[in-house]
Nanobody, 117 residues
């Protein structure tokens, strides 16, 4: 059974930082591209950042220079370090795993991030 369990969300003031974690089980972690998405109410889910098994990363323009994605294959975990947070970053963040050579795609349950004073 595949599970992606996110943690680290919460309430933070503008300009603050949070680190999201996503622990995966039931998959060969290094074979999956891992990513973080977010979805605000009434909007489409959007890619925030992704990282391949070899560590190649990509970011949405809105978070470049503020967010950093990283993974620890030995711990089956992907992280999203979020700095200089803005109110517009407020939404639910989802962990995503996509098999590089295949069709398997998995989602976590989501973690709420709220940026407010």
């Amino acid at each position: 059974q595949v599970q992606l369990v996110e943690s680290g969300g919460g309430l933070v003031q503008p300009g603050g930082s949070l680190r999201l974690s996503c622990a995966a089980s039931g998959i060969i972690f290094s074979s999956y591209r891992m990513a973080w998405y977010r979805q605000a109410p009434g909007k489409q889910r959007e890619l925030v950042s992704g990282i391949t098994g070899g560590g190649i990363t990509n970011y949405a323009d809105s978070v470049k220079g503020r967010f950093t994605i990283a993974r620890e294959n030995a711990k089956n975990t992907v992280y999203l370090q979020m700095n200089s947070l803005k109110p517009e970053d407020t939404t639910v963040y989802y962990c995503n795993a996509r098999l590089v050579l295949g069709r398997d795609v998995y989602w976590g349950q989501g973690t709420q991030v709220t940026v407010s004073s």
